[in-house]
């Protein structure tokens, strides 16, 4: 019984999201390998092969796989997967994009965003925006699995020493060429991968107001920025800064929260953060019922206040 996890990465550097799946494929048991799939990826390989726990790299070379397409990815996945009792994917929107494509080119049924295992066969996820958890078992003898990486520790990406095949390509799709990206650059910390995380809430009342008052606190602790669904909405705020269920899911560090009441669909994507603390002028707001710090304050005073003091 082994595990094939499919690396995300960048073709020269693997991505955080992969370390937390290599732990969740070290608790379904037997040896763990990596796929790592791209153009010009031997960088990225030889990363892999540092893991801790993992055995093998599997590195296949292909322009087809230069940019993650799911249909070229898709099918190398499928052309390995014999030789597998567990596929295990990021829930990434790489993650996302391939896995569902697979399990239906295995027959299987796909097991999303799992938290954690408990056995080989045994797996838990969370349902209703995390306010149930669902113990699933699966009889396939391919299981699919998308992983929540917030849900398990990475794996160290060093200490490792495993080997590394390259096997003959899967052949590519004619039916899909990639065109072209626009990828939004940002100087902060990418968002799921920030230690420190500050978010604002509609409360705020405008994108420039929302600049001005997030951006010299995230200046000052070095974090991310982020947003809730309702300031994403009303434009305050980039989309891909969304936390929540329908955004990012995070587990920082530390978690601070400006003007956000803490709907059930924001708790989702950030109440497995470390330190969690809120600044709302509303006592009764939801988020403090999760917060390990509550500050009951105007954030348009305590806010400036708090980066003054830092």
């Known amino acids: 019984m082994s595990s094939l996890v499919i690396a995300e990465h960048d073709n020269s550097s693997i991505k955080p999201s992969t370390l937390n799946t290599v732990t969740a494929a070290a608790q379904c048991g037997g040896d763990v390998h990596v ?5 010009n990826a031997g960088a990225a390989a030889a990363a892999a092969a540092q893991i801790a726990g993992v055995s093998k790299v599997i590195h296949v070379e292909g322009a087809g796989f230069g940019h993650g397409l799911a249909e070229n990815m898709g099918a190398q996945v499928v052309a ?29 049924a796909q097991i999303s965003d799992i938290t954690k295992v408990d056995s080989p066969d045994t797996f838990e996820r969370p349902i209703y925006a995390g306010n149930a958890i669902a113990t699933v078992q699966s009889t396939d003898a391919i299981k699919v699995i998308t992983v929540r990486t917030t849900g398990f520790d990475a794996a160290a990406s ?16 004619a ?6 990206s626009e990828i939004a650059r940002n100087d902060r910390p990418e968002l799921t991968a920030a230690k420190i ?18 951006t010299p606190l995230a200046d000052k602790l070095g974090a991310a920025m982020g947003a809730s669904r309702a300031a994403v909405d009303a434009g305050y705020a980039p989309n891909d800064w969304q936390v929540g269920q329908t955004g990012k899911i995070v587990a920082p560090q530390l978690y601070v929260a400006c003007g956000i009441s803490g709907a059930i669909q924001h708790l989702a994507g950030m109440k497995d953060s470390k330190v969690i603390v809120a600044i709302n002028k509303d006592a009764e707001a939801p988020i ?6 509550g500050l009951e304050a105007d954030l348009f005073v305590a806010v400036p206040d708090l980066v003054a003091a830092l």
């Open 35 to 39: 796929l790592v799939a791209g153009h």
């Open 80 to 108: 390995l997967a014999s030789g597998y009792s567990h596929l295990l994917f990021p829930a990434t929107a790489f993650g996302k994009n391939i896995a569902p494509r697979v399990a239906a080119k295995l027959d299987v």
């Open 158 to 173: 060093t200490g490792g020493s495993a080997s590394v095949d390259t096997p003959a390509a899967a052949g590519a799709s």
């Open 175 to 180: 039916d899909v060429q990639f065109l072209g």
């Open 197 to 214: 995380i500050v978010s604002g809430g509609r409360a705020l009342g405008s994108s420039e107001k929302f600049m001005e008052v997030m």
């Open 288 to 293: 403090f019922s999760v917060a390990d710090y």
